[in-house]
């Protein structure tokens, strides 16, 4: 089997990013973005995708988190879709309901070669400390634009910052990993137009 691996570094004049991932390993990670709630996002993104992934990411962040986040997720959505090569023998689809407490919240996600995200959260939903929940849409956003991803997100009800978004990182990572997962049954490429 070839190794579903791809590595990727990009430099603007607001961040400097490196990234590495395996699709296939075992969940470890080696997270270094500066924004510490962001680190904790992405190592347990690693844990529950079960990818392997190392990022290292220098960005602005006296200004805010802003660039530093949607940067990294543009390259993680880059290094995805390069590390899937032409999609063969993936199951595509994934789903995840993920409880956190008080919080639950859903993703669904289609391999389509279609980016497009729906981002379902009220405007009231509160900020983690730290880090405010308008850049974990941004994060979605970025990895759907560049993994040419179809992902629907949804905060069905929550009260905790942290454990919201917690919760919706972690049902990314959960549909991800049924997604990218290689089917035993599946011979091709997942789509009646045999392309993705």
Do not use: W
């Not at 791809?6 to 607001?14: G, L, P, V």
């Not at 407490?101 to 996600?109: F, G, H, K, Y």
């Amino acid at each position: 089997m070839n190794t579903r691996t791809a590595s990727q570094d990009r430099k603007t004049a607001e961040t400097s990013i490196s990234i590495s991932l395996n699709l296939d390993g075992s969940g470890t990670s080696d997270i270094s973005t500066g924004v510490p709630f962001f680190d904790h996002m992405l190592t347990l993104l690693c844990k529950h995708s079960l990818m392997d992934l190392t990022v290292k990411a220098v960005g602005d962040i006296e200004v805010d988190a802003h660039h530093t986040v949607e940067d990294t997720g543009i390259v993680l959505g880059d290094c995805i879709r390069k590390a899937l090569g032409d999609k063969r023998g993936i199951r595509r689809y994934g789903m995840a309901y993920l409880p956190m407490d008080e919080t639950l919240s859903r993703c669904v996600i289609d391999l389509s070669n279609r980016p497009h995200l729906e981002f379902r959260a009220p405007v009231s939903t509160p900020d983690a400390p730290n880090f405010p929940f308008t850049l974990t849409e941004e994060f979605f956003r970025a990895i759907t634009n560049n993994l040419r991803a179809n992902i629907h997100a949804e905060l069905l009800y929550g009260r905790d910052g942290h454990h919201i978004s917690e919760s919706l990182f972690k049902a990314l990572a959960r549909a991800l990993r049924q997604a990218i997962e290689l089917d035993p049954r599946e011979t091709g490429i997942p789509s009646t137009k045999e392309a993705l």
